[in-house]
């Protein structure tokens, strides 16, 4: 498991403690990612809440920044010197900016770092421990960068893994990598349908209620991207998620619903 692997390197990091603060000239230009420009209207084509979600937009907006700046010229005075502008993104530039091959390798190393979470989940566990040294940190970032191997390219979740590491946030990272996906499937046009069970549904089960959605009137006509969960705590029954709404067929909220029945009649 990846979680014992990380575990077992922390403890023979000692020698690397310093490794985040070597890198602090990478650290700049990574800090941006928490706090874009306020001149610049980056909006997501979808919304995204927390601050795993604030991490995640911003993110995605420092591409559309940087896909703004290669592709408009910049304007410039009547003397030919360069004149001061506050250009306004649209959602069309943010979605273009889905297409670069920068923004694409980050998107595959994240998607990459959730898949990991998902086979390992003692990973959140670990991240969330307050007693993780700088050396521990480090030993954890290499840890996640040989999982995504040649995916990232220019450092880009490198940089942005130090930075959450440096904030003390690397607990937000699973949260990131599941909204920066959501990010980054609307601006291909998809939806994601959600869907929450007791235990594991099948392939089969999965396909038919993706069909079922996909010809009801809340796909929007969209190619849907499923994410499954599993929530024993549900007794039962489903959860769908897509959009913005919910449908609870869940076995808890019928026992929920039936208690409160017989709470107002006696």
């Given at each position: 498991m ?14 690397s403690r310093?490794?985040?603060s ?9 800090r941006?990612?928490?706090?874009p420009a ?6 997501p084509?979808v ?9 995640a937009?911003?993110?995605?907006g ?9 592709r408009?010229?910049?304007p ?15 959602i ?5 900016a ?15 770092l959730?898949d ?10 670990i ?7 700088p ?24 940089n ?15 949260g ?7 990010l ?26 993706e069909t079922?959605v ?7 006509g ?16 489903l ?15 019928k ?12």
């Amino acid at each position: 498991m990846f979680s014992r692997q990380v575990i077992s390197g922390a403890l023979r990091s000692n020698a690397s403690r310093g490794i985040i603060s070597r890198a602090g000239a990478a650290l700049p230009s990574a800090r941006s990612y928490a706090t874009p420009a306020s001149s610049v209207d980056s909006k997501p084509p979808v919304a995204v809440y927390g601050l795993d979600g604030t991490y995640a937009s911003a993110l995605v907006g420092l591409f559309a920044l940087l896909s703004y700046s290669y592709r408009s010229p910049t304007p410039m005075a009547a003397n030919g010197s360069p004149r001061q502008s506050s250009p306004k993104l649209t959602i069309p530039q943010y979605t273009a900016a889905a297409k670069t091959s920068a923004l694409d390798s980050a998107s595959k190393a994240l998607a990459t770092l959730s898949d990991v979470f998902k086979k390992d989940p003692k990973l959140a566990v670990i991240l969330t421990a307050p007693s993780l040294s700088p050396g521990d940190k480090s030993q954890i970032i290499q840890e996640l960068q040989r999982h995504t191997g040649g995916q990232d390219k220019g450092d880009i979740v490198k940089n942005f893994l130090q930075t959450l590491a440096e904030h003390n946030r690397l607990s937000l990272l699973e949260g990131v990598c599941e909204k920066f996906g959501t990010l980054m499937g609307a601006s291909r046009g998809e939806v994601d349908l959600t869907v929450i069970s007791a235990a594991k549904l099948d392939d089969k089960t999965l396909k038919r209620l993706e069909t079922a959605v996909g010809k009801s009137e809340y796909s929007q006509g969209k190619k849907l991207k499923v994410i499954t969960k599993v929530n024993p705590d549900i007794k039962g029954g489903l959860i769908v998620e897509i959009g913005d709404r919910t449908i609870d067929l869940s076995v808890s909220s019928k026992i929920s619903k039936m208690n409160k029945l017989l709470t107002d009649t006696l």
